[in-house]
């Protein structure tokens, strides 16, 4: 079994930078494709970043240019680097991790049903 713990949320002004983290344990994580994901209120959750083992990344538009995906193997961490932070970037940030040794097509990647392991969520709250 893979737990995933996400860290690093927070309450910070619009404009800013913050970068998210989601350490595995139980297993290595090395070869399994993982994700962030992140759930406004009132909204369903929604794809934000993925990434392969490879190291490929793929992104929501939303962020796409402001946010990096990126992953430290000998950590078993993963991370997401948040740039230029907008009110609209307020939700819970959730991390999943999918079949290990696969590589998933990218309208795949963007889909939750893709990930079978999901940690519990970390709040980030933007403010203008």
């Known amino acids: 079994q893979v737990q995933l713990v996400e860290s690093g949320g927070g309450l910070v002004q619009a404009g800013v930078s913050l970068r998210l983290s989601c350490a595995a344990s139980?297993?290595?994580?090395?070869?399994?494709?993982m994700a962030w994901f992140r759930q406004a209120p009132g909204k369903e959750r929604e794809f934000v970043a993925a990434i392969r083992s490879g190291g490929t990344t793929n992104y929501a538009d939303s962020v796409k240019g402001r946010f990096t995906i990126s992953r430290d193997t000998a950590k078993n961490t993963m991370y997401l680097q948040m740039n230029s932070l907008k009110p609209e970037d307020t939700a819970v940030y959730y991390c999943a991790a999918g079949t290990p040794g696969t590589n998933y097509i990218s309208m795949y990647a963007r889909s939750d049903r893709a990930y079978s392991y999901w940690g519990q969520g970390t709040q980030l709250a933007v403010s203008s």
């Open positions: 139980g297993r290595a994580v090395g070869n399994f494709p």
